[in-house]
């Protein structure tokens, strides 16, 4: 079943969210983002098999929840699309996910140490971030979520949560639009480092669950700010 | 009551220190810098809510001391006017202030270490930096300083220094001019990032209190020399 | 004997070499990259003395594995082409060597310790790096492999592996195209980075052998995305 | 006594070092860049009192080794210009010196640690650092070398090294051209950041004497080729 077209300013949208990660240093030639279909929830949007800093209108193609392209018209698909199919199929608040291999966040992932909230800009990480071993689903792979059950497993590991580490591999992000995808994408990879540089410091004093919440929820009332500043810093987008 | 018009030379200078501040680093989509109001000491001058990095001379507002904007004519403004309009009252010597979430300097913030001057460039920081305990004054909150009584305890906090460290959220720092409150907005962070890979080092030799006074007295003097290079680097405002 | 001229694209493509690794800070004004020659085993291509970060198609001379140029027209070269000729010789399956002082590789060879794959980016590091340590072969030196022995003792420490860390130095990456050599030089780096943070954080779980061998496989059927990427952030070649 | 007009192209030489240091991190808008007067071996070139970054021919002022300016013309001078004096005064062979706070050095300065060659680079600080603490000459100061007697005392601590760091305040470095003591400005920030990313790995293996002396030796040889780098990258200068 083919869906109808999505929203042009939708595909607009996500065609900047991938520059704009790629020059916030998020994604470097590898990662991708999404954005679910606005007029069928049981599809999704994302770039061809690419560089996201290089991503345009024409390199965006249909999929369906079990990560079947309905337009790829034999472009080359990412190989990891099941990410995104499946956390969709289990999370019908989120519509944007973000997975990149952004530097900060994957000490964290390769030692089990949780990522938390060291500042109100990370309030999205109250609950902490899930953490995927992907030896734990399947024998020895090649790290790729790149199967429609690896996609499950991740989606399980994530659970109600924002993000979700992955081991030896990096993290996935989710939100309830593009913008706000972006928005923790960045901010997961800049609180990591605070945390990083804290934890070198002494014992942090972390925000509490209650002052998580609310701040993710003020936040949130302030993404057009920065989304602006984003799109501004791309220049033109040819 | 509405003040006269503030001196064009005093608001062209704002709008560059939010440029600069950006470029620098110690601002990204948010942060904001005031300077009072050069005709009307129970008042000061304040960006409408965006990005700094993006601000022209017809964004910035007047507000008076207890956050009321006199001249918004419904532009949308900071949550956290009150940081300055309290500094403001309580330190008459004040003319500047800078509110951001540079990064090296969280960490000190979130582990209660102090903040001291590694070198004679942040000389102004010999007394240490405040530290903002915001559970201290209210309950689990959104850790923003978005009401008049939050914004007197952060000056309470801020005492006579020139920068205050605020627990999981950022840091506040004050000059006598413009020019002095971004050079110490800027250095507070220098000093931060050169002060966590000291304490990596071992023992850290700071400036004594007379040593720091003394710098910051002949580092005053410096000013326009790196104020100027700061402006060119901008290269043209838009 | 000289050999024919090689193929045009692999000239073009060492010069983007150059480029691409200055621009990604892998090299400074230091390092070089090399290619076999595409019509004779026995000899390579190789820039001039020069900063890679210049080097255009004209500086490129070819030599014969014993480290002799061919045509070089009185072109002064490198002092280290030895890394090159003597790895090409023990190697068959070598046809790019990437040698450099990438900044966070080095406190690993200067230390002993271990590089090992952090993530699946970096799968070609699964047996781990050799260690090259000068004086085991000569007395104090100038640290250079400045001489057909020293080359020699280089390609042992190699081994059969895709990267040697040479103590106090530097290291080398060797590929078997120079999409896949520039590529390791890359991820030899950012992994280095991530592994510096991670041990910082606590133990770290890498990835095992199989895993790492693996990804290593799924990554190079990736890498013309990347490759273009590279390309394309240089802009214009002069 | 006025010495007669200096070369026309050390000049130049001076004017690029100036923005080669901005440009590559080593200072900010603070810190100086000095030559020894070509045809008199007891003056100098020194800019006036500006950011090194917008250094034109026209700002090069001619001093005296006791820092008296020639040809200021009313232009205000730097305080620390004894930095320059004296250590030209004491070191014959010395013909070019940078003075500055670059940011890795610093906390070595400040704890007392030393600064050593982890590659061969570095070799120019085989001898190690000087370690320059203002303290033992005079009370509780600026920390600023501003008077010929801390000048004398700074160049004793230097002694005969190519380097001596100073306490609370930075670094100042030496050579026999300017193209040397740029080089030796630029790789001793970028040996300190190893040394303090190597220190937190392990134990470090230093270049011993022996080897630092012939590789410092065999760099000398390879300085046009990364002078050449920077010009460049400068592009054009106004």
Redesign the interface.
């Known amino acids: 079943m083919t869906p109808p077209a999505a929203d042009s300013a939708l595909v607009d949208r996500l065609v900047l969210a991938n520059r704009i990660l790629y020059r916030q240093g998020v994604v470097?030639?590898?990662g991708h983002v999404s954005a679910r279909h606005d007029r069928s929830a049981g599809h999704f949007l994302l770039a061809r098999?690419?560089?996201p800093?290089?991503v345009r209108r024409e390199d965006i193609v249909t999929f369906d929840l079990d990560g079947v392209a309905v337009d790829a018209a034999g472009r080359r698909v990412y190989?990891e699309r099941f990410i995104h199919g499946e956390i969709y199929r289990a999370r019908a608040d989120v519509h944007a996910i973000v997975h990149s291999?952004s530097?900060?966040v994957?000490?964290?992932g390769?030692?089990?140490?949780s990522l938390r909230?060291?500042?109100?800009?990370s309030?999205f990480l109250g609950e902490g971030a899930g953490l995927f071993e992907i030896r734990d689903i399947a024998d020895?792979?090649?790290?790729?979520v790149s199967s429609g059950p690896l996609g499950v497993a991740l989606a399980r590991a994530l659970g109600a949560r924002s993000a979700v580490l992955m081991?030896?591999?990096?993290s996935t992000v989710v939100g309830a639009t593009v913008e706000q995808a972006v928005y923790r994408a960045i901010y997961a990879e800049?609180n990591a480092?605070?945390q990083?540089?804290?934890?070198?410091?002494?014992?942090?004093?972390?925000?509490?669950a209650?002052?998580a919440a609310?701040?993710a929820?003020?936040n949130d009332t302030?993404l057009p700010?920065?989304w602006?500043?984003?799109v501004?810093?791309l220049g033109p987008v040819d």
Chains 1, 2, 3, 4 share one sequence.
């Open positions: 470097d030639g590898f098999n690419m560089a800093g290089l190989l291999h530097p900060s994957i000490p964290f390769v030692t089990g140490r909230p060291v500042f109100h800009m309030g020895d792979t090649d790290m790729l081991r030896g591999h990096g800049v480092r605070l990083l540089n804290a934890i070198a410091l002494g014992e942090v004093n972390y925000l509490n209650r002052e609310k701040a929820a003020v302030q700010r920065v602006d500043l984003w501004r810093d």
